[in-house]
């Protein structure tokens, strides 16, 4: 599995067609405890760099863009009633959504680990 991140701090980690998308570890710590994460329905087509959801925060709302163009598979069930899971595991069990990918070629334009790290220091 791949893990990918884009500079507005969300991750992908592909595994063939399908991937899932989260936000970082070093955005929930920016964030804060959160208290709410607005739910995907399957189905949902989105569009790269488009909202995927929005997630409140003891400090903030703050919207949270898709990577790539993807149909939604699943929805983190396990967020509706403890978001809490981002801040403790952001890029394990907080994942937002599992994705089918629609457009592979618009992996290339994302960041690696090394690179995405290196663009917070």
Not at 31 to 36: H, S, V
């Given at each position: 599995?791949?893990?990918?991140?884009t500079k507005?701090?969300?991750?992908?980690?592909v595994?063939?067609?399908?991937?899932?998308?989260?936000?970082?570890?070093?955005a929930?710590?920016?964030?804060?405890?959160?208290?709410?994460?607005?739910?995907?329905?399957?189905?949902?087509?989105?569009?790269?760099?488009?909202?995927l959801?929005?997630?409140?925060?003891?400090?903030?709302?703050?919207?949270v863009?898709?990577p790539?163009?993807?149909e939604?598979?699943?929805?983190?069930?396990?967020?509706?009633?403890?978001?809490?899971?981002?801040?403790?595991?952001?890029?394990?069990?907080?994942?937002v959504v599992?994705?089918?990918?629609?457009?592979?070629?618009?992996?290339?334009?994302?960041?690696?680990?090394?690179?995405?790290?290196?663009?917070?220091?």
């Open positions: 599995m791949k893990t990918l991140y507005t701090d969300e991750y992908i980690k595994d063939g067609d399908t991937a899932i998308i989260g936000i970082s570890d070093y929930q710590e920016q964030l804060g405890d959160l208290i709410f994460i607005e739910e995907i329905p399957a189905g949902k087509k989105l569009d790269k760099g488009g909202i959801t929005a997630i409140e925060s003891v400090k903030a709302a703050t919207d863009y898709s790539i163009t993807a939604v598979i699943e929805f983190n069930e396990a967020l509706t009633s403890e978001p809490g899971i981002v801040n403790r595991s952001a890029e394990d069990e907080g994942w599992k994705v089918k990918i629609l457009n592979p070629s618009e992996l290339d334009n994302l960041l690696s680990p090394e690179d995405y790290a290196n663009s917070h220091d």
